[in-house]
């Protein structure tokens, strides 16, 4: 039976480990972005703030290595209890091993996308000579 479990969340990139590989040479990383937003909830807005467990494996994991921190970030991903991604396909084991585990949730990211914030944008050009108190008088 397949369940939905799929995430879309931009944030920044907040803190990461060194790039490492598993025994049988995949390439992860574990790191945390932190996310803020405005939603509406109820009819109400609220804002909304969240630091998110993440690993990411292969081209993924070298792309966040690479990536400075406070890089805005788009991640798609799936959610998975601490520890729990790796259990056997097509099982869904016992409710009760991994249950202290799964109360902590980490993002394992499938897709990353670095986004351009405003403030990262260069400054637009001044016109030769022109100083920034002149009205154009």
């Given at each position: 039976?397949?369940?939905?479990?799929?995430?879309?969340?931009?944030?920044?990139?907040?803190?990461?480990?060194a790039l490492r590989h598993t025994p049988a040479g995949v390439a992860l990383v574990n790191f945390r972005i932190v996310?803020?937003?405005?939603?509406?909830?109820?009819?109400?807005?609220?804002?909304?703030?969240?630091?998110?467990?993440?690993?990411?494996?292969?081209?993924?994991?070298?792309?966040?290595?690479a990536a400075p921190l406070g890089a805005a970030v788009r991640l798609c991903g799936f959610v998975a209890g601490k520890g729990l991604a790796g259990a056997r396909s097509g099982s869904t084991g016992d409710a009760k091993v991994g249950a202290r585990?799964?109360?902590?949730?980490?993002?394992?990211?499938?897709?990353?996308?670095?986004?351009?914030?405003?403030?990262?944008?260069?400054?637009?050009?001044r016109t030769a000579g022109a100083h920034?108190?002149?009205?154009?008088t």
């Open positions: 039976m397949n369940r939905a479990n799929e995430l879309v969340i931009a944030g920044e990139l907040a803190e990461r480990d996310h803020a937003s405005r939603q509406i909830e109820a009819g109400t807005e609220r804002q909304v703030y969240a630091e998110i467990a993440c690993v990411a494996a292969e081209d993924e994991a070298r792309l966040v290595a585990s799964a109360r902590q949730l980490v993002l394992h990211v499938t897709r990353i996308e670095f986004e351009e914030r405003e403030r990262d944008r260069p400054a637009p050009p920034p108190d002149d009205k154009g």
